[in-house]
T-cell receptor, first 114, second 111 residues
């Protein structure tokens, strides 16, 4: 186990709804990155939070937003859900954002949009 | 859109065989990582390479970073059923650890 926990593990939502996914980072880690992994594909970078500030964003629309709390846990919010948002959402925590910093992944949240 | 293309996409081999997985891009990366992911789990880091031409060995796994830092390969010697999983390469650009993942290679090792 990596010490990174995500909740919930599975979720079913209806198109147009909003969803919040949660990630508790490994103890001592101050950075959380979020990824979307569609079935049969590699993860795609959504955004990264470092010390409560957004520190980079991938090619995702503004309806994907996030937050990092003082204890470095994080939330991913998705508004106006679309069918294509169905995927495994992964968070990864690390100590810092330097090039050689290892990131530890949680088990993910499987989101299904119907 | 994935910056990194992996080949093959699927690979099914007998226990004891050797295999190589390729990770290619037209972009330069400051570092490249290889992960293995099992069903229902998040990816687990296997190795990080940062220097062009670098070769790292991890037991039966050999990782190489291309001289131009645009490509990488993973070679497994004498594959075992425990090697079964999805292998992902991931590259970082600039000095950070925001990674662009490859398309993945699904490996099945048959006993």
């Amino acid at each position: 186990e990596t010490g990174v926990t995500q909740s919930p593990t599975h979720l079913i939502k209806t198109r147009g709804q909003q969803v919040t996914l949660r990630c508790s980072s490994q103890s001592g880690h101050n950075t959380v990155s979020w990824y979307q992994q569609a079935l049969g594909q590699g993860p795609q970078f959504i955004f990264q939070y470092y010390r409560e500030e957004e520190n980079g964003r991938g090619n995702f629309p503004p309806r994907f937003s996030g937050l990092q709390f003082p204890n470095y846990s994080s939330e991913l919010n998705v508004n106006a859900l679309e069918l294509d948002d169905s995927a495994l959402y992964l968070c990864a925590s690390s100590w810092g954002v330097q090039i050689n910093t290892e990131a530890f992944f949680g088990q993910g949240t499987r989101l299904t949009v119907v | 859109t994935q910056l990194l293309e992996q080949s093959p996409q699927f690979l099914s081999i007998q226990e004891g065989e050797n295999l190589t997985v390729y990770c290619n891009s037209s972009s330069v990366f400051s570092s490249l990582q290889w992960y293995r992911q099992e069903p229902g789990e998040g990816p687990v880091l296997l190795v990080t390479v940062v220097t062009g031409g670098e070769v790292k060995k991890l037991k039966r796994l050999t990782f190489q970073f291309g001289d131009a830092r645009k490509d990488s390969s993973l070679h497994i010697t004498a594959a075992q059923p425990g090697d079964t999983g999805l292998y992902l390469c991931a590259g970082a650009q600039g000095g950070g650890n925001q990674f662009y993942f490859g398309t993945g290679t699904s490996l099945t090792v048959i006993p």
